[in-house]
Nanobody, 119 residues
Framework: QVQLVESGGGLVQPGGSLRLSCVAS????????MAWYRQAPGKQREMVAT???????VYTESVKGRFTISRDNAKNTVYLQMNSLKPEDTAVYYC?????????????WGQGTQVTVSS
């Protein structure tokens, strides 16, 4: 069982910045990939960024050059630095990780943190 707790969301003006954090419970955090997803009202949840155990990263096209995912294995924490925010970035942001147990893939999600970009 893995528990994920996000923080750092809020209201920000267009062009502003926020940093989201996600703290994971459990051991061997460094072994696993982590990801940030988001879900806007009326839309499907989408992957925003992922980071592997070796810190390789992947971003969805719409955030490339503006968002940066990183991890601190000593703190069991993954971050999402969001710069040059746009109104279309408004969504609930979720932290995610996956575990394979006995041949079954389990998805773990945090409770989500609201990001609102508005003037």
């Amino acid at each position: 069982q893995v528990q994920l707790v996000e923080s750092g969301g809020g209201l920000v003006q267009p062009g502003g910045s926020l940093r989201l954090s996600c703290v994971a419970s459990g051991s061997n955090f460094w072994l696993y990939a982590m990801a940030w997803y988001r879900q806007a009202p009326g839309k499907q949840r989408e992957m925003v960024a992922t980071i592997t155990s070796s810190s390789s990263t992947v971003y969805t096209e719409s955030v490339k050059g503006r968002f940066t995912i990183s991890r601190d294995n000593a703190k069991n924490t993954v971050y999402l630095q969001m710069n040059s925010l746009k109104p279309e970035d408004t969504a609930v942001y979720y932290c995610n990780t996956k575990r394979m147990v006995g041949g079954t893939l389990y998805n773990y999600w945090g409770q989500g943190t609201q990001v609102t970009v508005s003037s």
